[in-house]
């Protein structure tokens, strides 16, 4: 799931369990997931079975998966679950122990528990933890360079700043223009915050909050079909490229 | 899930919670589901979330949609969950509790628990129940026209035989050309009869069992990837054809 396209490249040098060219081959070889909501892991029941695959989530994302049987659909014998503890660097390991070249980091971002998991005895945020929504620094462990993965985000704390500052390349959580565009749109009644995501407009949104980082490239990702930033022609999409942002799109390649 | 092209436009005709034209409009207003396998239910994850619908399943298969919290994302306040007993009658219903105009009869066919439910310490039967598998009669409650669906369906019992004959339509489980063609074409250990699919060739298979049934319109569904009858150049599309069968594809739609 929502592996950059870095990721995929790095995959895949090393040969997986069907070869590249023979039936239901697929280059993915592993994913890391960064909270439980449902575009985050359904997709998981699509990857092919019968492959083997490494599955890297926190403790909290795994207890989800495990309490949810439809995903023996990833059979024991082929996929592993694999620890992602917070603020650890992991070596990715392929199937069969072999080490993917990349290293990968979580660090809890602001956020929330998936909306289908809610506890709405639990007050306002639901019964919220720290595991339930991580951001990644993924490494190449060879050249050391790295970039920032952060799909889901809800704020902008000093801590979060201070890491991703003079980094060269974060992928960032692009929901929302602003926070109530899909009341506005008529496709629903839950705001942005209500979702876990920052805006990218206004004073509290994330184009502001990058201003002063120093990040060399910036790109929104995970972004919702009533964004107006996905229309090439749009003030919006304007305004987001002139603070110095991309938007991602389907085939999008980078090379650091 | 499965919806025939013939439910599909039934469904249409009475507007849905998001009118069509409006943002978000989906067609679909109900799901049947007629067993719990990964491919019958893991659409319902994708389906709009927001958007009222009706889904209808056994006892047995509501029982794993509770028992998977993940199916929480169809909200209860937008989708009900409808009983669909064995052998009656039942009027659908579209949100709002108006009628669809359409019967369905579910009846038990002989098949598997789904693949990711199996009980290995049940013996060879994998735990399986009556409720697992079903297919469906499906009548407009105008004319009465009716046709069979049944996706999967592990053999031919004389009663299946029976309730089968004559039917104007029925389209029918095609998975599988021989028992053995995904281990022959390499992509998996599975036969057919092991995922609980009669196959379409030989003395005990689907073409043979309809020989005899006196069934107008025959039509294949439910066709894997590793079935030759999907190429419409090979030697078992020509035999099937031969012996009065369709083979579904995108888009098909039949009027009764």
């Given amino acids: 799931m929502n592996a950059s396209p870095d990721v995929r490249q790095q995959i895949e040098r ?5 070869p590249r060219g023979e039936p239901r081959h697929s280059p993915i070889a592993g994913a890391v997931l960064t909270n439980a909501d449902v575009d985050h892991v359904a997709g998981l029941l699509t990857l092919r079975e019968g492959q083997s695959l490494s599955v890297y989530a926190t403790g909290r ?4 998966l495990s309490a949810n049987s439809i995903f023996n ?8 679950r694999l620890a992602l503890p917070i603020e650890q ?18 660090f809890p ?60 390349l974060v992928f960032f959580d692009g929901t929302t223009w602003t926070d109530d565009e899909m009341r506005a749109a008529g496709v629903g009644a839950k705001t942005g915050r209500r979702m876990g995501h920052m805006s ?29 930033v996905l229309l090439r022609d749009s003030p919006e999409r304007r305004q987001a490229e002139a603070a110095g942002w991309e938007i991602a799109e389907d085939g999008l390649e980078i090379v650091l």
Avoid at 73 to 80: G, N, P
Avoid at 89 to 106: C, E, H, K, M
Avoid at 125 to 149: C, I, M, R, S
Wanted: proline share 7%; glycine share 10%.
């Fill in 200 to 228: 990218m407009s206004g004073p509290d949104g994330s184009i502001a909050a990058f201003a002063g980082l120093g990040v060399r490239r910036r790109v929104f990702i995970h972004i919702n079909n009533t964004n107006p």
């Fill in 109 to 168: 971002v602001p956020g929330k528990v998936a909306l289908w998991l809610e506890d709405l005895s639990a007050g306002p945020d639901f019964g919220t933890e720290a595991e339930d929504t991580v951001g990644l620094k993924v490494a190449d462990t060879a050249t050391g360079h790295a970039f920032f993965y952060v799909p889901g985000c809800a704020a902008m704390p000093a801590d979060l700043a201070q890491r991703l500052t003079g980094a060269s």
């Fill in 14 to 18: 090393t040969p997986p369990l069907h």
């Fill in 73 to 80: 659909v990833l059979e024991a014998e082929r996929v592993e």
């Fill in 89 to 106: 660097d992991v070596a990715l390991q392929l199937p069969g122990n072999r080490s993917a070249g990349i290293s990968v980091t979580a």
């Fill in 61 to 64: 994302v795994h207890q989800v």
